[in-house]
């Protein structure tokens, strides 16, 4: 089980920049990928970033060259850093980390959620 608390979020202007953190119960070090999804008011909820236990990088497109997935080992926490914010990055964000467990002949995939932090940007 892997409990994840979200912080960091609230209302800032459009340009301006905020840090998500998102603190794990347990060591990241074991958690095969951690990330962020976020979802606005009547749309799906859809990946931003991810980063992978050995450092690999994923962003969607829409926020490349803004925003900046990290993970420090030793806090058990996963940030988001978001720069030169958009009204359209207005969303509930998510936290979110993926376990594999590999028991031969069977891999079972674990997934979990955070209970969501509310980024509001004002134009």
């Known amino acids: 089980q892997v409990q994840l608390v979200e912080s960091g979020g609230g209302l800032v202007q459009a340009g301006g920049s905020l840090r998500l953190a998102c603190a794990a119960s347990?060591?990241?070090?074991?958690?095969?990928?951690m990330g962020w999804y976020r979802q606005a008011p009547g749309t799906q909820r859809e990946l931003v970033a991810t980063?992978?236990?050995?450092?690999?990088?994923n962003y969607a497109d829409s926020v490349k060259g803004r925003f900046t997935i990290s993970r420090d080992n030793a806090k058990n926490t996963v940030y988001l850093s978001m720069n030169s914010l958009k009204s359209e990055d207005t969303a509930v964000y998510y936290c979110n980390a993926l376990v594999t467990i590999n028991t031969p002949p069977y891999t079972t995939t674990n997934v979990y959620w955070g209970q969501g932090i509310l980024v509001t940007v004002s134009s």
């Open positions: 980063i992978t236990s050995g450092g690999t990088t």
């Open positions: 347990r060591s990241i070090f074991s958690i095969n990928r």
